[in-house]
Every structure is written in C-alpha cells, then in structure tokens.
C-alpha cells in the first residue's frame, strides 16, 4: 500500500543487501547506531561535568528516594517516573558523580533502542544521522544525565511512533507491540501530558485506520504509565480533574500564550525563562531553530514522492502535537520543554539531508556535501559553546547553594533540621534538611508549625538581602551570605 510503513519497508529492503535485509548480521547493521549512543554518553560525561550538582527540580525528584535529605514537596504538576528511575542509585547513594554517570548511560542506551525501534522503516545511515542531529543539541547533552523527565518523554515519543508503524502492520511481531507498550508507560511514568500531546496523532490513525491491536496496546502502555499519577490524584488531590486545575494554576494557568519567543530567548542557555524577558540571543544561536521545519517540510517532501509518507508525517505530526501546548499554551519557556519536538524532527531532517547529498548529479554533488559539512560544523560549534557557558553558570549556581549549606552546619543548622524562604528547597537538599513554605505554589507549612519546630530542632529563614524576614525570625541571630541572609534557630544555641 503506497505510504505506509509495508510499502517503506519494502523500499529499503531493496535497496540493502540480501544479508543485512534478512536479519543474518544484525550486529552490523545496528553497530552505528551503538556507536553513535556510546558517543552520545561518553560526551555527556565529559562535557557535562557528573560533579556539577542537583538542580532545583531534580533536588525535588531525587529527595522523594535519597537518604540525603527527607522528601521535599511534590506539586500538582510533577510525576513520580523520575524517581523511580534514579532510585536504583539515589536511594542508596549521595555521590552526584555516580548519579550523573548511571544516567548517561542509561540515557546512551535509550537513545540506541528508541533508534532501533525505526530499522526497516528507514536506512541505518539515516537513523545514525538524525541520531546525531539530536544527540549534538546542548540541550539533549545536558539533559541527558540530569534527574529530569524531559529526556525521557523524547525518547520514548521517539520509539513509540517507530513501534506503533512496526504494530500496525499485519505480520508484526510480538516485539513491535512489547515495545510500544513499553514507550507509552515510560512517557506517561514521566509527564502523563505530555505524553498524551505526544501521542495524539498515533490516537488518530488507530482510529481512522482501524489498527485495533495497536490502539489497545497503546492506550493500555498510557494507562499502565499514568496509573501512580492518576492513583495520588484521587489520594491527594480530589481527583485527576482537581490535580490537573491545580497543575495549571502553578504554571500561570494554562490557556492562549504565545510563547514562542520566549523560547527562542532560552535557546541561549537559560535553564527556565520566567519571566522570559530580556534580549534574544545572538542569530547564530538560534539560526538552527528556523533551519529545521524548513528541513522537515522538505524531508516529507521526498519522502512523498519515494512513497513511503506515512513513516515520515507521522513524527512530523507528533512532534507538532508535542510542541503545540508549549508554544501556545504557556506563559514561560525551558529549552527542554521541546526536547520530545526535535527528537521527532530529526527523522525527517535527516531524511532531507541524505537527500541533499545523494540527489546532485556530477560536479555538484561534492559541492553540495561540502557545504552541508560545513553548516553542520558550525551548528556542532555553536551547540557546544552554548553547552559550556550553560555548564559553568549551573555549575557556579549550585555551588552557591553548597556554600550555604556549608555556613548552615557551621551556624549549628544540622539534621534534622527545617530551611524556610528563598530557595529553601535545594538548600534543604544540600544542607540535609526539610523545607516548608507557608505561601506559593510549594506552600506546605503554617507560621505556627514553623515556631513549634524551632523549639525541638534547628530551623533557618533564608532571606534576600535588604527585605525583611518573616515575623517568627526577626528576633533570631542572622548572618549575611551573598546576595542573602541567613536567619536561624537553634535549640539550646545562643539566640
């Protein structure tokens, strides 16, 4: 049938040999994709360096398993798949390093079976190059090894699409089905939203197709996925309805936002945009961003009229699908948020081009090859220079918060003990604390629990410089520290 994923597999079966089309070396057809994974890990870990600390978020998903600090609040919005994932690790050890190592290489080799999932449906080469295409953007290198979910939704967007085209067809094998189960409970473990965005179009044409089985098979991976999510609702929050209300509120209500230049402006590096104001970064930052749908319409422009549409339009779409609440429908940005978006889009770049390269005839083709060379050199420079200055400014931000929790040892603030005020959730981590709130969207706490605390264990206010504490602290010892001030208690202490 023209444009599905039978008449793609037909199309690349002939144009492979006879032993790697029917399944003899195996090895070989899939060694430049392990290659490019172990590439993909080996530069995380150097280029992103392990010691570089626990981010606000991640201080959030690993203190909910570490015996480092007790579980830190869990709002409406987050979803407990990136605990699960790190647990093995966090729940038994403090060393960043190791963290940090475990998830690049579990990142590597999620990159190599999502990867995987597309053989058949398109030629290795191209697989190994959209792989590339992903893997090289600072923002998957420095996601890659941080207890983040959005890696993970990309990934297993990826594999998802890949195996449903695989499970739709009659003859799939058990492998297909196992595997797009597996995508669709990873990406609903990690953001049940996001993964459902990701889906939609999959949903689709299960539907207008008549692909029961894969249907079945997808909706029961997404339920299996979301099953913790959709169990804390109804535990904690009146229900999936009341938790999802709750979640929009603490991200400035979901609604008609255009955001996209708000993305463009954290495409410089900036971890959260929010408020995203400021200039844009330099164009040749973002260049690359407007270079891409150019190459994907084009990449489904070949793939129209080599008759294999279907295994190029449908990540084309969910990649749309996975983007659209994210450029429309929020008041902030974070690079990562489009993480899942460029993972699908490197299919059909890739496609376009390979075609690129191939197409010219005689003289041309060199120059043509050159040229793309050339751009995708300096696009490389461009990814890992932004890499860097967004790895010392992170590395020198949480170093901050360990020379905070350092001067509170030294102050006698030692667990157990209680941090409250500016940024007390990752310096609680750091420090071995708890953290309370009594007002925002991390709100957990009252004044009077606060008080009561401080009479049996060592609890801190931490204040920006110049504003004034809260009431139950303005009459306990302070120190200045940076651009804060340290207010704290401690039982038995000098007050």
């Known amino acids: 049938m023209a444009g599905s994923a039978h008449a793609t597999l037909v199309g690349f079966r ?6 790697t089309s029917r399944g003899t070396r195996p090895a070989r057809a899939t060694a430049p994709l392990a290659a490019l994974a172990a590439a993909f890990t080996l530069a995380q870990l150097l280029l992103v360096r392990p010691g570089m600390g626990l981010g606000w978020d991640e201080t959030v998903y690993v203190s909910q398993v570490s015996p480092q600090a007790p579980a ?7 979803a407990r798949g990136v605990s699960l994932l790190v647990a093995p690790v966090a729940s038994w050890s403090t060393s960043t390093a190791l963290l940090r190592f475990y998830l690049a290489v579990l990142s590597g080799l999620a990159l190599y079976l999502a990867l995987r999932a597309w053989r058949g449906l398109f030629p290795v080469r191209v697989l190994a190059l959209a792989g590339a295409l992903f893997a090289s953007l600072w923002v998957t290198l420095f996601y890659g090894p941080q207890a983040m979910p959005n890696y993970w939704v990309a990934v297993g967007a990826l594999a998802a699409v890949g195996c449903f085209l695989r499970a739709r067809a009659e003859r799939a094998g058990p492998g297909a089905l196992w595997g797009l189960a597996a995508s669709a409970a990873l990406m609903a473990l990690m953001r049940p939203m996001d993964a459902v965005w990701a889906v939609l ?3 689709v044409l299960g539907l207008a197709r008549r692909h029961w089985r894969a249907l079945a098979v997808l909706l029961a991976g997404l339920a299996g996925g979301s099953a913790e999510w959709v169990i804390e609702a109804y535990a904690d929050y009146g229900g999936p309805l009341r938790r999802l209300s709750e979640g ?3 991200q400035g209500g979901l609604g008609w936002h255009l955001a996209v230049v708000d993305q463009l402006r954290s495409l410089g590096g900036r971890a959260l945009c929010r408020p995203c104001t400021g200039a844009l970064p330099d164009p040749v930052v973002t260049l690359w961003w407007f270079v891409l749908p150019l190459l994907a319409v084009l990449g489904l ?13 449908l990540p084309l779409a969910c990649a749309a699908t996975a983007a659209f609440p994210y450029l429309f429908m929020i008041g902030y940005a974070a690079p990562r948020f489009l993480l899942p978006a460029y993972a699908l889009l490197a299919l059909p770049v890739a496609g376009a081009l390979a075609h690129l390269v191939t197409a010219p005839r005689g003289p041309w083709r060199p120059v043509v090859a050159a040229l793309l060379c050339l751009g995708l050199a300096g696009h490389l420079a461009v990814q890992l220079a932004v890499l860097e200055n967004t790895v010392d400014g992170t590395t020198e931000a949480h170093r901050g918060w360990s020379r ?7 102050l006698g603030v030692r667990p157990p003990c209680l941090l409250t005020g500016d940024g007390a959730i990752p310096v609680a981590f750091y420090t071995g604390c708890s953290s309370a709130a009594t007002t925002g969207h991390n709100a957990n706490s009252t004044q009077g629990a606060i008080v009561q605390a401080a009479r049996r264990i060592p609890v801190a206010a931490l204040v920006p410089d110049g504003t004034r504490p809260p009431g139950y602290a303005r009459d306990w010892p302070s120190e200045p520290l940076g651009a804060q001030r340290l207010y704290y208690s401690v039982p038995g202490g000098d007050r």
């Open 14 to 19: 002939r144009s492979r040999s006879p032993r």
């Open 201 to 203: 179009p999959l949903l």
């Open 301 to 313: 422009v070949v793939a129209v009229r080599a008759r294999r549409t279907t295994a190029t339009l």
């Open 404 to 410: 905070t929790a350092a001067a509170l040892h030294r």
């Open 248 to 250: 929009s509120e603490i």
């Open 72 to 78: 830190a609040f869990f709002s409406a919005p987050r």
